[in-house]
């Protein structure tokens, strides 16, 4: 198991090279690839959110999941996780989609920045990029 914090940080670190090493003429391969890396940032996120120090999978399904699914204030974190799960788990989505996902996700990750540190009360967990 690793620590959530480390989790959040190689996530974030991971998202934010991939952002700075491609540029824009390669944005539907730089969604493409993002969006793994982003649904392990949104489990890593539950599951300090649910003040668990450790980070699995298992931990983020079985303590996490109904931890925020009970506060009206992060369900949008399960709904957002379930969208990338569907996306990531079973394909790769094409170039256009991915786009669109991803945009998708800069609108949740805004509200995540207002919400969810609120609700953490931690420091942020990630730069921008």
């Keep these: 198991m690793r620590i959530t914090d480390e ?4 996530s974030n670190k991971s998202i934010c090279k991939m952002i700075d090493k ?4 390669e944005r539907g391969f730089l969604s493409q690839n993002i969006l793994e890396k982003l649904r392990t940032f949104v489990e890593a996120v539950a599951v300090k959110a649910s003040g ?11 303590d996490a999941k109904p931890y ?9 974190l399960v709904r957002f996780h379930k969208s990338l799960q569907k996306t990531v788990s079973h394909y790769l ?8 996902l991803i945009v998708e996700s800069r609108v949740i990750m805004d509200i995540f920045q207002k ?6 009360k931690q420091e942020k967990f990630f730069r921008t990029c």
Excluded: C, H, T
Aim: charged content about 25%.
């Design 7 to 10: 989790q959040i940080d190689n």
């Design 22 to 25: 491609f540029g824009a003429d």
């Design 52 to 62: 668990n120090d450790e980070y699995s999978y298992n931990i983020f399904q079985n």
């Design 68 to 76: 925020i699914l009970a506060r009206a204030n992060l369900k949008f």
């Design 93 to 100: 989505p094409d170039e256009g989609n991915s786009e669109r």
């Design 115 to 120: 919400e969810v540190m609120l609700s953490i």
